[in-house]
């Protein structure tokens, strides 16, 4: 190999080819950095002068499946300006590391479409470095995510391990990004994201949350002119919670065999759309006659599916007449959990009527917890909690298949 072929074919320059050897399977290649080339690493002088050297090997793009390795005296100088003595900086590599750029960056390549170990075994690396390259990668470009150009966020927790270990997530619901995570839940995981938010001067238009008091009164404290919408996906949710409860306890206080017969297993009918009960299983039958068995439980399912209508009203002043006629008669019912459930919603109005503002909510953020969800699944979890971090950050920008 000449030193022409180390410069077209390495892409490294300010050094010469000394020889080639191989060791154990390894090819390397000697090289020696140029007495012209010196320079000091802190001013850039030239007026330097050589002080002994260190003896590098660095591991190099593999030829062949071979792995690869540069080898090379990096001298140490003494800058007649500085009056110091340093170590020449390397033109193709990093400090304190033993790889050099150009396998840097053949790794991330490799990473977009295999999972960190199989990096690993391929390159006869430990999984340590393959981390160390792409965490290192990740902090520089997604460390700290730009919050300038924020207009509608989406707030919520998500789970991120066992022993109830909770994160609480920020979104971007126009770029899809997120933009912070929060260790635990509650006020104190989005300090962080207010500090930054306010030095950042975003203008953020609307929130998109739960009825969670405790990210209520954090978004009404930090952003007072912002829209809070509360999300219809958590409303219906709840709602379908109080009517598992409740059919659960109309089972328990049925008389006779036959009507605990016909509540049995109708948990999913109630909660399914009708439009999705499947007829071949019998499935709108069976509902009907439990309805029709239990007029408090008829009820309630159908102001459930009345209120999924509030979300398709004509216009703001419409869908208000109908949040206050539905909550007129869920108190009229004589059902406590109904009448408990009105008085939430009359609580949150403003929340609510908000939607036909800015009709956003956090469906973006349950499907990026899905793709966490992925993540962690293929990567059998992650115990460097930083790097966990920095690949929820870049998880709007995969483009292949999740690998962990």
């Known amino acids: 190999m000449s030193t022409s072929l180390l410069y077209h074919g390495f892409c490294i320059r300010g050094y010469e080819y000394r020889r080639t050897y191989f060791e154990d399977g390894t090819v390397i290649f000697t090289i020696a950095q140029n007495r012209s080339q010196l320079r000091c690493p802190e001013c850039g002088s030239e007026d330097v002068h050589r002080r002994g050297h260190v003896t590098r090997e660095l591991q190099h793009l593999p030829i062949g499946g071979k792995p690869v390795f540069l080898k090379l005296n990096v001298a140490r100088v003494h800058c007649q300006q500085c009056q110091r003595i340093r170590q020449v900086n390397i033109s193709f590599a990093d400090q304190q590391r033993s790889y050099t750029r150009a396998f840097a960056r053949y790794v991330l390549q490799l990473r977009s479409s295999m999972t960190l170990t199989a990096v690993a075994a391929h390159l006869g690396v430990s999984d340590w470095m393959v981390r160390d390259i792409e965490k290192r990668w990740l902090g520089k470009h997604f460390a700290r995510p730009k919050l300038i150009n924020l207009k509608q966020i989406a707030i919520d927790e998500i789970s991120v391990g066992k022993g109830h270990r909770y994160a609480t997530i920020v979104l971007d619901l126009e770029s899809g990004a997120i933009v ?189 917890n899905n793709k966490i969800k992925t993540l962690k699944r293929q990567a059998y979890g992650f115990r460097d909690q930083e790097y966990f971090r920095l690949k929820l950050y870049a998880l709007h920008m995969t483009k292949h298949v999740l690998v962990g």
């Not at 203008?203 to 008091?213: G, L, Y």
């Not at 219809?232 to 328990?252: P, T």
């Open 180 to 368: 912070h995570v929060g260790d635990g839940k509650g006020r104190e995981a989005l300090e962080p994201f207010w500090k930054r938010l306010r030095a950042s001067r975003a203008q953020v238009e609307a929130v998109a949350t739960d009825m969670s008091p405790a990210f209520i009164s954090a978004v009404l404290e930090n952003l007072p002119d912002a829209m809070l919408v509360f999300d219809r996906f958590h409303i219906v949710k709840l709602f379908n919670d109080k009517l598992s409860d409740f059919r659960r306890d109309l089972y328990r206080e049925a008389i006779g065999p036959l009507a605990k017969l016909v509540l049995k297993g109708t948990r999913w009918l109630l909660l399914k759309n009708p439009e999705n009960l499947d007829a071949d299983r019998n499935e709108p039958a069976r509902l009907e006659e439990a309805l029709a068995l239990n007029q408090p439980l008829a009820t309630a399912y159908y102001l459930k599916e009345d209120l999924r209508q509030f979300w398709e009203q004509s216009s703001r002043f419409e869908a208000a007449r109908f949040l206050d006629d539905w909550c007129v008669r869920a108190r009229a019912s004589g059902i406590r959990f109904l009448q408990k459930f009105a008085n939430t919603l009359g609580g949150h109005r403003s929340g609510l009527l908000a939607w036909y503002d800015y009709p956003i909510s956090t469906g973006p953020l349950e499907g990026t």
